[in-house]
């Protein structure tokens, strides 16, 4: 049974929470492969609203398996909290929610020095969510990491410290005021480790192959977009994972030849949140109406995020990154209104009118090229059916399929689970 693969196509919160949700009825484990606490994914459902942040998004179905793979890195502190809220709502979350024990581990100053890295940058900070990314990958590929595997060893401790107390040279050398009690932090670290040991620790890529030779269906959850990818993305003004669909595969231990379909999400406009560059960004009254009623802050850091038409030559390239085989657009519903609508279909890239993403982005070197389409009035929130959709809005997504040359299967109206059609 072949694995398919959930993707953000933009910066991020595209609504990849939702939608594994949504799909998770039709399979049987869901397994996150990279990325950690700087996602934050949104599900709403029975009037409520939860955000997740390590835990994947199919933990709120009953008899689904919900996977951490070795791609993630995990911070105890915030999974704890995870758990505890998964508790508030009566989630039996013990007998479905497995560890890779090749998963790595964020430290108390892991965080410290992601704080201090970006302290350190000033004007040229990434904007990082500070949750201590970028330095548990730097430990990852420098081969000094701890995963999750090591906390059934006796002197995982031993490690840690030695680990923690290179750190605090790490830190020092920044020569930045970053003020912390590190007893403190790390007693919450330890007590918090004591929570995730009471999860099922496993050889994920051994399970995933039983479970693949079992038949059983698997969706893999992806976290941050492919223009966060460390390799595809905006450079430097990305995270530190393989956001990208070949993340599946390492984040997973899932060969290439398995993938089978690729789902890939978009906004019907763009949103970022953080530094970097952004060629649609909008500035005026467009942008912010975008912002307000798309309720447009990021669930994990609270930051409103940067708002701008739809990119079709980024989209188009995380397209063909990833393999995409279905598309679907999400919050068509925030676009009601406008009268109308802009799509960049080409950059002007000194003064050279060029349809692919260019090494350097930034704004100096760029102005987006817009094709106008007609914008549709009507509130798209209580709509269910494909019929009830309006003309104009049709259009749009058509536009869209024709330019992408890939089909746009679901649409979007609204946070809840049950505004989500299929065409
Ligand atoms: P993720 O990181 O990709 O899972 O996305 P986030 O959860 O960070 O951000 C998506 C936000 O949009 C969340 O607040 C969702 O509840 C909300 N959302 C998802 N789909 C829709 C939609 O179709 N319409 C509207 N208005 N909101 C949506
Ligand atoms: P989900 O999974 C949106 C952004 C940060 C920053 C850059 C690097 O919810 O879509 P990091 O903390 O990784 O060092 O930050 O990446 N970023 C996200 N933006 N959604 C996310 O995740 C993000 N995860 C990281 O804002 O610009
Ligand atoms: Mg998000």
């Given at each position: ?108 100053t ?50 840690y410290r030695a680990l923690a107390d290179k750190h605090e040279k790490m ?11 590190l ?241």
């Open positions: 049974m072949a694995v398919d693969l959930l993707l953000g196509l933009q910066w991020g919160d595209e609504g990849k929470g939702k939608i594994v949700d949504v799909l998770t009825s039709d399979y049987e484990i869901i397994a996150r492969f990279q990325g950690g606490p700087n996602a934050g994914h949104t599900l709403e459902f029975d009037g409520q609203k939860h955000v997740l942040h390590t835990i994947p998004s199919g933990i709120f179905h009953e008899k689904t398996i919900n996977l951490i793979g070795n791609g993630v890195v995990i911070d105890p502190v915030i999974f704890k909290k995870e758990l505890e809220n998964l508790q508030k709502h009566n989630i039996d979350y013990k007998s479905k929610l497995f560890i890779s024990r090749k998963a790595h581990l964020i430290l108390p892991h965080r410290l020095l992601d704080a201090a890295s970006e302290a350190s940058k000033g004007k040229a900070k990434i904007g990082s969510t500070l949750k201590g990314i970028g330095p548990t990958y730097m430990d990852k590929t420098g081969r000094n990491g701890i995963r999750v595997g090591d906390l059934e060893l006796e002197n995982w401790k031993d490690k830190i020092q050398f920044y020569d930045v005021n970053v003020q912390y009690n007893a403190e932090l790390e007693q919450e670290f330890y007590d918090a480790v004591d929570t995730l040991k009471e999860l099922q620790f496993i050889d994920s890529e051994a399970f995933l192959h039983q479970a693949q030779k079992e038949g059983k269906t698997i969706l893999a959850e992806g976290a941050q977009g492919s223009l966060l990818d460390i390799d595809f993305g905006t450079y430097p003004f990305v995270t530190s994972s393989t956001t990208t669909a070949a993340g599946a595969c390492t984040g997973l231990g899932v060969a290439p030849n398995q993938i089978g379909e690729a789902y890939g999400i978009f906004k019907a406009y763009t949103t970022r949140v953080g530094s970097g560059p952004f060629p649609t960004e909008l500035f005026d009254e467009d942008g912010e109406t975008m912002g307000r009623v798309g309720n447009e802050f990021g669930a994990t850091t609270g930051r409103a995020r940067r708002c701008g038409w739809l990119d079709l030559v980024a989209l188009k390239y995380a397209v063909q990154i990833n393999g995409i085989t279905q598309l679907i657009m999400m919050k068509g519903d925030v676009l009601s209104g406008f009268e109308k609508l802009k799509v960049c279909t080409a950059y002007n890239y000194k003064g050279e009118k060029i349809k692919h993403l260019p090494y350097n982005i930034e704004a100096e070197n760029i102005t987006p090229v817009y094709t106008e389409l007609k914008g549709w009035a009507a509130d798209l929130t209580g709509m269910t059916k494909a019929s009830e959709l309006p003309k104009e809005f049709n259009d749009y997504v058509e536009y869209l399929e024709k330019v992408l040359q890939v089909p746009i299967k679901v649409v979007s109206v609204g946070p809840d689970r049950k505004q989500t059609i299929l065409r």
